[in-house]
């Protein structure tokens, strides 16, 4: 089993609409959490951590269930400019605390 | 600007051949590190580093080695014993070793002719 699993999708929704990404992760002991964006032959950036109590930012919510050790997010009124690949880390629960990668959810917004 | 980059953009390895992929951070951070991405895949680590003149193996070490003689630099060799090269390599700094946050450059495609 994988460390930090999420569906590859692609994820095909229109412009407006609003999609969610889930990531379940298997160490317990993990502390930290959050999702990245990535674009097409790029480097991947921080979008967002991700705290117990849910966190907003803009059209983003991040949700995190450390009972069922899942982490979400949701994109409300999608733009084509936010079509990417989004990756769900975690850090910690680990030696070295490091991070620990997903394979990433593609999402493409069409117009 | 502070930043982190990485030389070149796109590198070609003939079989047999070592190369060499450039990083360096301007962000006065002491911890740096190698990851690779295959297509659809997560990044695994290859190498990091807390100080320098100290480096650690991370997941996927076999075929590449590294060294860590100025702060600011991090260079990764992949060498001929490593048999499946091309993928995406993405260089990263944090504050410190295990710092959560982690700013990457804008990566090497390595492909193999």
């Known amino acids: 089993r994988k460390e930090v699993e999420q569906d590859p999708g692609p994820f095909n929704v229109p412009e407006g609409a609003t999609v969610a990404f889930n990531c379940t992760y298997s160490n317990s002991a993990s502390q930290s959490f959050f999702w990245y964006r990535q674009d097409c032959r790029k480097e991947p950036k921080l979008l967002m951590s991700v705290y117990s109590s849910g966190n907003e930012d803009g059209r983003f919510t991040a949700q995190l269930n450390r009972a069922s050790q899942y982490i979400s997010l949701l994109i409300r009124d999608s733009k084509l400019s936010d079509s990417a690949t989004y990756l769900c880390?975690?850090?910690?629960?680990?030696?070295?605390?490091?991070?620990?990668f997903g394979g990433g959810t593609r999402l493409m917004v069409k117009p | 600007d502070g930043g982190i980059t990485q030389s070149p953009k796109y590198l070609f390895r003939k079989e047999g051949q070592n190369v060499t992929l450039s990083c360096e951070q301007n962000?006065?951070?002491?911890?740096m590190y190698w990851y690779r991405q295959d297509p659809g895949q997560g990044l695994r680590l290859i190498y990091y580093s807390q100080i320098v003149n100290d480096f650690q193996k991370g997941d996927i070490a076999e075929g590449y080695s590294v060294s860590r003689e100025k702060k600011e630099s991090f260079p990764l060799t992949v060498t001929s014993a490593q048999k499946n090269p091309t993928a995406f390599y993405l260089c990263?700094?944090?504050?410190?070793?295990?710092?959560?946050?982690?700013?990457f450059g804008p990566g090497t495609r390595l492909l193999v002719l």
């Open positions: 990263a700094s944090s504050i410190w070793t295990g710092g959560e946050t982690q700013y």
């Open positions: 880390v975690v850090w910690g629960g680990n030696a070295g605390n490091m991070l620990t």
């Open positions: 962000l006065n951070h002491d911890a």
